[in-house]
């Protein structure tokens, strides 16, 4: 997957996390602005901050790239229908693994469930055959493409992996001891993982491949011999002992040339094109009126 594409991808996950705040925020103002308007979020000694003031620098700040956000996502999907542009589920999956293989560590940084990713590379998908329906790309240029960059095709065996901390086996064995009781594994790594930077994500390490010289080998090969969902007995390592937790595996895969020529397609005429992979070329054709900040435009 294109770095560009990444980055778009993490980008619109971030205003949606954005759009979250804000309804949860204005709904309840939706149903009893009155109230609303003079309940206090904060006090600084005598002065009061209003929830009004809050949700108004919340729209100020944020308000017009999560409105753009909902129209671009709106404009795909109704350009995508007019122009009968479909996406499988088959290229959401690998364009899915390929994102999670290629960026280690997203479960820990994106922290979104699987839905969510789904449907943000579907759109962004939808978008890019949209702005690419019309270009044409030999195949010689496509196939030329996959021999030189066989390694973006390429998704290595990857282990999403969550893990607790701790000096001694000793301790290790507590911590099994009280996973077997049911005690969350989540919970135990923010108790007790001598981790302090993943002890706040509940242990999780995100998406660890095998070809991941940064993690301990220890680790992977604890990590081939779990099942999902499963835990691991004491792994000792350099700093002491880990207990590893599974929380997903990916096949490792090289895509052939023919599961992929779309995706090159799409990627080559995308550079061809130069312009910016964005749904606003729609926003005419689909007459989007915008209001935001009480003036109007198309």
């Known amino acids: 997957m294109p ?94 693994k390929m994102m999670k293989t290629m960026y280690g560590t997203a479960g820990q940084t994106l922290n979104k469930s699987t839905d969510q990713l789904r449907q943000e590379i579907q759109s962004s998908l939808l978008l890019e055959k949209l702005l690419t329906k019309d270009v044409s790309v030999s195949e010689t240029a496509m196939q030329k493409y996959y021999d030189d960059n066989k390694d973006i095709y390429r998704i290595p065996t990857t282990y999403h992996i969550s893990h607790i901390t701790s000096s001694t086996k000793k301790q290790a064995d507590q911590i099994i001891n009280e996973l077997e009781k049911g005690v969350s594994f989540a919970v135990l790594a923010m108790e007790k993982s001598l981790d302090e930077f993943t002890a706040n994500q509940g242990g999780d390490l995100g998406y660890i491949s095998q070809d991941n010289e940064q993690v301990s080998k220890e680790y992977i090969t604890a990590a081939e011999k779990l099942k999902v969902n499963k ?68």
């Open 3 to 96: 770095k560009q594409k990444l980055r778009a991808i993490i980008a619109g996950l971030a205003l949606l996390n954005l759009l979250t705040i804000v309804i949860f925020v204005i709904k309840p103002l939706i149903i009893s602005k009155s109230v609303i308007g003079e309940e206090t979020v904060a006090k600084i000694g005598s002065t009061d901050i209003s929830r009004e003031a809050w949700i108004n620098e919340l729209e100020k700040r944020y308000g017009e790239d999560v409105l753009e956000e909902m129209v671009d996502k709106e404009v795909v999907k109704q350009a995508a229908e007019k122009y009968k542009v479909k996406t499988s589920d088959e290229e959401v999956d690998r364009e899915l």
């Open 231 to 298: 835990w691991s007995g004491p792994v000792e390592t350099d700093e002491g002992w880990a207990v590893l937790y599974l929380h997903e595996k990916i096949e490792g895969n090289q895509y052939t040339y023919d599961e992929v020529k779309d995706q090159i397609h799409r990627q080559i005429a995308l550079e061809q094109i130069q312009s910016p992979v964005s749904g606003k070329i729609f926003w005419d054709e689909l007459d989007v009126e915008w209001f935001y900040g009480l003036k109007e435009q198309k």
